[in-house]
């Protein structure tokens, strides 16, 4: 059984949770490129290691940043998304 820590309503089942992708910057929406957003949207990082990846909290609709590991598919740690994000 796998159990990630939500920030606000603690530790719960993963399947309580959804994936909404890698967390990354936005390009300027009043000078991107059509090419730019195809990246922003449809390309992922792809090398394994440690990611910053969107989830949400389904049951409560509390949305936050999880670290992740994808070499081992391990949750290294869990925070609410401030404008600046906590580095490793």
Not at 26 to 44: G, L, S
Not at 54 to 73: K, N
Not at 75 to 87: C, D, G, H
Request: glycine share 6%.
């Amino acid at each position: 059984m796998k159990i990630m820590t939500c920030p606000i309503n603690g530790p719960r089942l993963i399947s309580e949770f959804a994936y909404a992708g890698e967390l990354k910057a936005m390009p300027d929406p009043a000078q991107a490129t059509d090419e730019q957003w195809a990246d922003y949207v449809f390309n992922k990082n792809g090398p394994a290691g440690i990611k910053r990846e969107w989830w949400c909290h389904t049951s409560s609709g509390v949305w936050f940043i999880a670290e992740r590991d994808t070499s081992r598919d391990v949750i290294v740690r869990t925070y609410l998304y401030t404008t600046e994000v906590p580095r490793t």
